[in-house]
DNA sequence: CTTTTATGAATGAAGG
DNA sequence: CCTTCATTCATAAAAG
């Protein structure tokens, strides 16, 4: 199927370069059930590369028919890495606004509270009850976290928190796991048999 | 599935500008007949694997170890097995398994039901039954959610009161047959008998 | 353009 | 069942 060419990129269109009309051609649910499975296919052939590299290093005469699969970016460099999605990104006076109920104690909003708070947003910019839902929780772990690793690096452990039930207190940016690979294109559906491989163009 | 009642945000809008409406052109009809497509072509690469696990295994190679040999951190990006992992991380076959039984409404599993799943995806990979308890559990809470945020902005669809498993039947207006159909003679995702499957494309 | 950082989102698990 | 936490991933934005 091609409902390639439009990429969802068209949404962002903010930086003023480009430009130009768009049209989406799927919606972000859909985009992101095929992304999924997409995903889970490539892992899998990711297995099957290893197995055959574990296979052919040892044997090379182990009938590996497949030849250049390794080279094959869509599976040696991370697959699961589709398509892009776009995420939301709160207008100025949103945050302001998220920032200010924080700040007013009010660290974790019921159902009805987010929807209150949702149609009040709406009123800067786009937005919806999943983004402020996902703002608070994420609000929240990054100020414990930012509390927690403050306590172990400027401090010689005056007061650990006694009743820290979790032994994570580690700072966690010792083993930073950013291991974010190389900027990675964006690949687009293509089939394993059609050779056309449609990439967005940088 | 749960996105037929998608909603046309436009994310990003962050001057107050742009935007532009954008339209459904695949039904969810055609969204699963994608999926399932795509469902064989990772079985069709899970049955390799397996095949391949069971032919190393005959012939003792001496030095058939799936560890690590110099794991190279700009190949080995996407995965990384080597650290011990805390918590279950389904293999995609695992998933799919479950998303289709989700599917096909069993939304709740009794006790002796997760026994019998548990085993049957101990086949694809470790897990317990808590596991498998859990990610209904989770499932379950997610769809509720998805159809709450939907409300929000969905309100001219149809009731979404319950969220069934079965789709919708969509009017015709929202498809858009035209892209599909004129630039597809050939369908992306084929035949999942296609010996071909896998070889390198481009 | 490439690399790094900040942060939105996804998800397994725990608590109540 | 519902909410919350912890962790990880992906990507927009910033830095180089």
Same mark, same amino acid.
Request: glycine share 8%.
């Given at each position: 199927?091609?409902?390639? %060419?439009?990429?969802?990129?068209?949404?962002?269109?903010?930086?003023?370069?480009?430009?130009?009309?768009?049209?989406?051609v799927?919606?972000?649910?859909?985009?992101?059930?095929?992304r999924?499975?997409?995903?889970?296919?490539?892992?899998?052939?990711?297995?099957?590369?290893?197995?055959?590299?574990?296979?052919?290093s #040892?044997?090379?005469?182990?009938?590996?028919?497949?030849?250049?699969?390794?080279?094959d970016?869509?599976?040696?460099?991370?697959?699961?890495?589709?398509?892009?999605? #776009?995420?939301?990104?709160?207008?100025?006076?949103?945050l302001?606004?998220?920032?200010?109920?924080?700040?007013?104690?009010t660290?974790?909003?019921?159902?009805?509270?987010?929807?209150?708070?949702?149609?009040?947003?709406l #009123?800067?910019?786009?937005?919806?009850?999943?983004?402020?839902?996902?703002?608070?929780?994420?609000?929240?772990?990054?100020? %414990?976290r930012? #509390?927690?690793?403050?306590?172990?690096n400027?401090?010689?452990?005056?007061?650990?928190?006694?009743?820290?039930?979790?032994?994570?207190?580690?700072?966690?940016?010792?083993?930073?796991?950013?291991?974010?690979?190389?900027?990675?294109?964006h690949?687009?559906?293509?089939?394993?048999?059609?050779?056309?491989?449609?990439?967005?163009?940088?």
């Open positions: 199927m091609e409902w390639e %060419k439009q990429q969802p990129e068209e949404l962002n269109d903010r930086g003023g370069g480009g430009g130009g009309g768009f049209v989406k799927m919606t972000d649910e859909q985009m992101e059930v095929l999924k499975q997409i995903a889970a296919y490539a892992a899998i052939c990711e297995q099957l590369v290893d197995l055959h590299k574990s296979l052919s #040892q044997n090379d005469f182990a009938g590996v028919r497949f030849g250049n699969i390794y080279s970016p869509l599976v040696t460099s991370g697959a699961h890495k589709i398509t892009g999605r #776009q995420r939301w990104t709160p207008t100025p006076m949103q302001q606004i998220l920032e200010r109920i924080f700040n007013q104690g660290h974790s909003v019921g159902r009805p509270k987010v929807q209150e708070l949702t149609a009040e947003l #009123q800067h910019g786009q937005i919806s009850e999943t983004n402020v839902y996902n703002w608070f929780q994420n609000r929240r772990a990054r100020s %414990k930012k #509390q927690q690793a403050a306590a172990n400027g401090e010689s452990e005056t007061e650990m928190e006694a009743e820290s039930a979790h032994e994570k207190a580690k700072p966690d940016y010792l083993q930073t796991p950013h291991i974010l690979s190389s900027r990675n294109e690949l687009t559906f293509q089939n394993p048999q059609a050779s056309s491989a449609i990439h967005s163009v940088d």
